[in-house]
């Protein structure tokens, strides 16, 4: 699929008609001047008025005059605004869809662009994923779901004992049954943060699994059933993968934990922890401005809901939504087929 996309970029009428099929390019738009409909010039990317008309002059008299409107097919999209060439823009946005970090140094040498434009194009492809995740997360969970909550922190190692380290934390968690996630970039982990982010991201009725950070207290009073796991007393079953959950706090000892002492369930946050391990993985370990952590996150969840054979239409779907061509209803009811 990527190259098949890489070798499109140096066939400009297909990649084009790519474009126009997925709503980046305008195929036709109105003559400012004589609303005349205009089809676009695909070699040229413009779209040109020669029309005569008939307009009044001082006088008021009808005067005939030629129309001289001229617009790029650009202007307003996501090519708008740079004096790079189409194929060059999609070749890069494509790398971004298909690459994770660090790709920064091969897409200079690849492309001969300078690192500040990449990076800057790299980002504007972030914000496309902002868009798209905040447009389709939703909440997680319900009446006999299942869902791990962790927290991380990114910019060092988790148990890192005994030093103060900087690093942004996120608040995440997974469904078991529909793997559906959230990620947060939250501002610290107190009870009142997390507590917050479970209102606004789990619904009522979970079953939530987390560690035995002090935050994570009380929920069951939130209409949520709480199981903690403690990673210094859980024993794995060899066979099944199964943690063997051992609540030491008997002070505080529910039913529901009376029964997990006896047997074995899937009382762990493996899951989650995969998911940190993946972001991780596409995230870099250093130079991230803290404006643009968002969009690595989003980044993420976007690759993660979009397989590699779909990912590539989807993403340039989404730029139309970003940056929609401006047409008027009369253009929109012009056929497509009047491209030449």
């Known amino acids: 699929m990527l190259s098949d996309f890489i070798n499109l970029t140096y066939n ?23 609303e005349s409909i205009l089809n676009l010039n695909t070699k040229t990317l413009m779209f040109i008025c020669r029309k005569r ?29 740079t004096n790079l060439d189409v194929s060059l823009i999609c070749r890069l946005t494509v790398y971004f869809i298909m690459f994770p ?10 492309t001969g662009l300078t690192k500040v434009t990449v990076i800057d194009w790299l980002n504007f492809c972030r914000e496309i994923c902002v868009y798209w995740a905040k447009k389709h997360c939703e909440k997680i969970g319900g ?18 004992r005994g030093r103060v380290v900087d690093g942004r934390w996120v608040f995440g968690g997974i469904d078991r049954e529909s793997k559906k996630i959230f990620l947060l970039a939250v501002q610290d982990r107190t009870h009142e943060t997390l507590l917050k982010c479970i209102k606004e991201w789990i619904l009522p009725g979970s079953t939530i ?4 950070w002090k935050s994570y207290k009380y929920l069951e009073n939130e209409g949520f059933q709480h199981l903690t796991v403690n990673h210094s007393y859980n024993f794995v079953d060899p066979d099944t993968s199964k943690v063997y959950f051992v609540n030491t706090d008997l002070i505080n000892i529910t039913f529901a934990n009376i029964l997990i002492f006896f047997k074995f369930i899937d009382a762990h946050t493996q899951n989650i922890e995969r998911v940190w391990r993946e972001v991780r993985a ?10 643009h952590f968002e969009g690595y996150l989003s980044e993420y969840l976007f690759k993660r809901n979009h397989d590699l054979e779909k990912r590539i239409d989807s993403f340039f779907d989404i730029i ?3 940056y929609p061509p401006k047409l008027n209803v009369q253009c929109q009811q012009a056929s497509s087929s009047n491209v030449h």
């Open 12 to 34: 400009r009428d297909k990649l084009i008609e790519f474009l126009i099929q997925h709503g980046v390019l305008p195929v036709v738009i109105n003559c400012n001047q004589c």
């Open 53 to 81: 008309h008939f307009v009044k002059n001082t006088n008021k008299k009808r005067i005939s005059q030629q129309c001289k409107f001229e617009r790029s097919a650009k202007v307003g999209t996501w090519f708008d605004n």
């Open 101 to 110: 970090p660090p790709r920064v140094q091969f897409l200079t040498l690849d």
């Open 143 to 160: 009446p006999g779901h299942i869902v791990e909550v962790d927290e991380a922190k990114f910019g060092h190692r988790k148990y890192n």
């Open 209 to 212: 699994i987390s560690d035995c």
């Open 282 to 291: 596409n995230i870099p370990k250093y130079g991230i401005l803290p404006d």
């Open 320 to 322: 139309s939504q970003v």
